[in-house]
């Protein structure tokens, strides 16, 4: 387009002048070797542009004549790497679909029309139809080859990786993921196999100097970067807590300035300000996540911020939780636990139930249960609460890649993610009752809970007592005296008293034998 313009330009231009010298007539003379050439000015002008123009063409039908076999050859070498990027193209395409007789084929080909210095991609498609005909040696070597050039390491280290992941050879998978990690911090995949491999052997400050380097190269976004940095730190805090408490809280309270619905770095916060015999701190701390995210690892520590409080004064810190975050479910049983500890039974249950009203789980049901065996003892209804925890939807739990851990990790066990554990139901099971809404369930359970039964004492009637048979007199031969014979004894008589199992009370814990009134009846007491 711009050659078009120009040419145009270029036209106007010679039009313009040519009418601006037919405007201004005038003589042209010339004498040259005593010869007087005379002519106008436009047939002058007209005659330097043709000199000019036949000049220009001769000199470019001389330039093409001389140049003509290097054209010839360019041409026929553009052909030929034209046919090799063809072969190549369709070779990448056939190995990445899987047809090895097609992709090698093909490699051939391109290996024919290319020259393989000058083309690294002749490398790849070589490599990876060898992937695909399953000749492993054969694709490590050329991924090793790639790696020890500058223009195909990264791809070289990216082969090497993946083949030692799938023999299982682990620790030359990490360093793969090292080399390249730290030769090119802006890939995705050497970072992360990097991170999670320094995060799987504790190597917290590692991992956090490699985040930062994924942050400052624009791998990860702000918000993901920072989530998973509070995620490290974390980790780091729960191994520090023991040892140093300090070094702990440092890290653990920087994590929630990165992230502060995270759980886990509030509860290590608050067991190392408790550590450091700074309540005021913990407390503040829990009540700032409570207030986020209300959660039972929160209230368990929040309870028992100080070793030698009684269950009253535990009773007010919940009640301090549930005026944070009124009518939550894990409020109303962290008050409900509380007030069970403090055998206040009325508060408990009232709390209980309200919390079954808001969200039905094992753990609500499990709870009336045991102020039911506190409180009355009646193991008809215990039973039945029990019959309801059994039906009502499981507690949440700490979830990753289909395993239930009973504390928080900062990574899966199963494939190494960071930052994998969510507090949820497990298995994908229901969050909540499927009959009715979840009140009519609470309602229908309370309206079926079988009676108090009141203790009570059990009649147990015995055998009177007979009188002992009358002697027969009896007159033995040749003997002038008479001799008594007893009479013979029933059944019941045979066992005296001094048998060790019949002639005795049942051995029982639960019985007890009462007072023998006259009339032959024996009192038993079943408690």
Request: proline fraction near 6%; charged fraction near 25%; hydrophobic fraction near 45%.
């Amino acid at each position: 387009m711009i050659k078009i313009l120009a040419f145009i330009l270029v036209v106007l231009a010679l039009g313009f002048g040519f009418a601006w010298l037919a405007d201004r007539p005038g003589q042209l003379s010339v004498l040259w070797e005593g010869q007087l050439i005379e002519m106008s000015l436009t047939v002058a002008a007209t005659l330097v542009v043709t000199i000019v123009a036949v000049v220009m063409i001769s000199w470019w039908l001389l330039r093409t004549l001389w140049t003509s076999p290097h054209s010839v050859r360019r041409y026929f070498r553009a052909r030929t790497r034209d046919r090799g990027y063809q072969a190549l193209s369709t070779g990448l395409i056939a190995a990445g679909a899987g047809n090895a007789v097609m992709a090698r084929k093909m490699s051939a080909r391109a290996r024919g029309l290319l020259r393989a210095d000058q083309e690294p991609l002749i490398l790849v498609l070589e490599a990876q139809a060898a992937i695909a005909e399953g000749k492993h040696e054969e694709a490590r070597r050329l991924f090793e080859q790639m790696a020890n050039d500058p223009e195909t390491r990264e791809l070289g280290l990216r082969g090497l990786y993946a083949e030692a992941t799938r023999l299982g050879a682990y620790e030359a998978a990490r360093q793969y993921a090292e080399k390249a990690a730290d030769q090119a911090p802006y890939l995705p995949w050497a970072a992360k196999a990097a991170l999670e491999y320094r995060c799987q052997s504790g190597q917290w400050d590692d991992a956090i100097r490699l985040l930062d380097q994924q942050r400052i190269a624009h791998v990860l976004d702000r918000k993901e970067a920072d989530r998973l940095k509070a995620v490290l730190l974390t980790a780091k805090a729960q191994d520090a807590l023991e040892g140093d408490p300090a070094v702990a809280r440092d890290n653990a309270v920087q994590a929630l300035k990165l992230a502060k619905d995270l759980v886990p770095a509030a509860v290590v916060a608050a067991k190392a300000y408790i550590r450091e015999d700074n309540l005021k701190k913990a407390a503040s701390v829990i009540e700032q996540s409570w207030k986020l995210a209300p959660h039972p690892e929160l209230a368990t520590v929040y309870l028992r911020l100080r070793s030698g409080d009684a269950a009253v004064d535990r009773v007010k810190r919940a009640e301090r939780l549930e005026s944070l975050k009124p009518n939550n479910p894990e409020a109303l049983l962290a008050v409900a636990e509380a007030a069970l500890s403090a055998q206040d039974f009325a508060k408990a249950r009232a709390k209980a139930e309200a919390a079954a009203r808001m969200e039905q789980s094992e753990r609500v049901y499990l709870l009336l249960a045991d102020i039911e065996e506190a409180e009355t003892g009646d193991q008809g209804r215990v039973r039945h609460w029990m019959g309801q925890a059994l039906k009502a939807p499981g507690d949440p739990a700490w979830v990753a890649d289909g395993i239930v851990s009973d504390k928080w990790l900062p990574l899966s066990p199963v494939s190494g993610r960071l930052d994998a554990f969510e507090w949820k139901m497990p298995f994908g099971q229901l969050e909540g009752a499927l009959e009715n809404g979840r009140s009519a369930n609470v309602d229908r359970a309370l309206s079926t809970l079988p009676p108090l039964q009141s203790r009570t004492e059990i009649v147990v009637e015995q055998p009177a007592k007979t009188e002992p048979a009358a002697e027969t007199i009896v007159m033995p031969e040749g003997s002038s005296a008479p001799v008594a014979k007893p009479a013979e004894a029933s059944p019941s008589q045979k066992l005296g008293p001094a048998d060790p199992f019949f002639g005795r009370p049942p051995d029982d814990p639960g019985v007890r034998a009462g007072s023998q009134p006259a009339d032959g009846q024996n009192r038993l007491k079943l408690f």
